[in-house]
């Protein structure tokens, strides 16, 4: 595996349709960053397997997942597929061997690999064929002037079983996977993270290119502060309704009873083990440093939140200076006290707030705001809903 500060080395399996998306622009995040591209094909069903995990070496990363994440998941590859303009049929097949054909890509001379990978992706993600078969391979080999035969040399087989050993002696578990400098990057959205230690500059991320029509959209935030990740949202949320002219609305709901209403763990980030575990602090960090947003993971976690969600179903104003606190400050926001010299310094009534925040009322809608968003189907925290000026999905 080559590695070097203007190299992406780029790690892949032609089975994952998110390795797919991210072979169709990391070339273009290479030529931004004028960084060269080491293309490499490695056996995903083996790093399940090196890294233990649930679904085993020959299930899929979404057969461990609660329905309601599965669904998600689906739905987050359409998007993926839109935003990047690519044309994708989810192949009948799906999960095909592809042992042959990542063993023909490295039996194919180093300057043709990137052509010959981008055409069994299309073969596998667009034309919905069997590349598991040496007929559909045939073709595949002969367009690149690659004997077939070459496949079942050891070179080949040697090279694969190395590549894919040393990615997960990385910490990878998973497929697409970057490296930078040594450094590991996990799935085709951390692109941006690459582009960004690369460069100077990197290009923001824009799924809605254009507003589609003058009358705004709405723009619904569903978070709780206990959420890392809707602390990394509500640090971008604001701008991105600004820039699509859309009415921004913060709904905060109960993320624990989410989790238990749909089967998963109450503190998902705890029941992590080995190079998942290891790779989600990274991951934490990389996306800190990529916002500056200097989070501090908190000494007490989890959050108990139910007050401070109470605080801000009555004042959305709050919501910055209790992330600030619960992730940049390190304090204990479960505790009134402190939520309410949270509150007081950021210059409003706290005790008015935390004597609103204790009634009744505002208790049941804090359970109808965590109902509203489990009927929506959430799998998880920060969850986005947007709706046309009609007020439909």
């Not at 461990?64 to 359409?78: E, G, N, R, T």
């Not at 590349?131 to 559909?136: D, L, T």
């Not at 990385?170 to 400098?181: D, E």
Request: charged share 20%; hydrophobic share 40%.
């Amino acid at each position: 595996m080559e590695r070097g500060s203007s190299t992406i080395e780029f790690a892949f399996d032609i089975a994952c349709p998110f390795a797919y998306l991210a072979s169709l622009q990391v070339e273009q995040v290479a030529y931004r960053c004028s960084a060269s591209i080491t293309w490499t094909p490695v056996l995903l069903g083996g790093l399940y397997d090196l890294s233990n995990a649930p679904q085993g070496k020959s299930g899929s990363a979404t057969d461990s997942m609660p329905p309601a994440k599965q669904k998600i998941v689906a739905q987050d590859l359409q998007i993926q597929v839109n935003h990047v303009g690519a044309p994708f049929f989810k192949n009948t097949r799906h999960p095909l061997k592809t042992v042959a054909a990542l063993r023909l890509i490295l039996s194919t001379q180093k300057a043709d690999r990137p052509s010959i990978t981008h055409a069994l992706f299309r073969a596998y993600w667009v034309q919905n064929l069997d590349i598991s078969s040496m007929e559909v391979l045939e073709k595949v080999a002969h367009q690149f002037g690659t004997p077939l035969v070459s496949i079942n040399c050891e070179e080949s087989k040697r090279q694969l079983h190395e590549n894919t050993v040393k990615l997960a002696s990385m910490g990878a578990f998973g497929v697409p996977c970057f490296i930078v400098n040594d450094q590991l990057y996990w799935g085709q959205d951390r692109l941006v993270l690459v582009e960004k230690i690369m460069s100077s500059t990197a290009v923001p991320r824009r799924l809605l290119r254009q507003a589609i029509s003058n009358e705004p959209h709405t723009l619904v935030f569903y978070h709780d502060f206990s959420s890392p990740w809707s602390f990394f949202a509500s640090l971008q949320v604001a701008t991105i309704a600004k820039n699509t002219n859309a009415k921004l609305v913060y709904k905060p709901f109960l993320l624990g009873a989410l989790f238990r209403a749909i089967g998963t763990a109450n503190v998902p980030l705890l029941t992590l083990t080995g190079a998942r575990a290891a790779y989600a602090r990274k991951d934490l960090e990389d996306w800190s440093n990529y916002h500056n947003a200097h989070v501090k993971f908190p000494t007490i976690f989890p959050i108990r939140s139910v007050t401070a969600l109470r605080v801000a179903i009555h004042d959305t104003r709050v919501t910055e200076a209790i992330y600030n606190a619960a992730w940049v400050e390190d304090k204990d926001i479960s505790k009134e006290a402190v939520l309410y010299q949270v509150l007081k310094r950021a210059g409003f009534d706290a005790g008015m707030l935390l004597q609103k925040a204790n009634e009744q009322e505002t208790k049941q809608c804090l359970r109808d705001l965590t109902s509203e968003v489990l009927n929506l189907g959430a799998c998880g925290a920060p969850t986005f809903l947007v709706l046309d000026p009609k007020g439909k999905q």
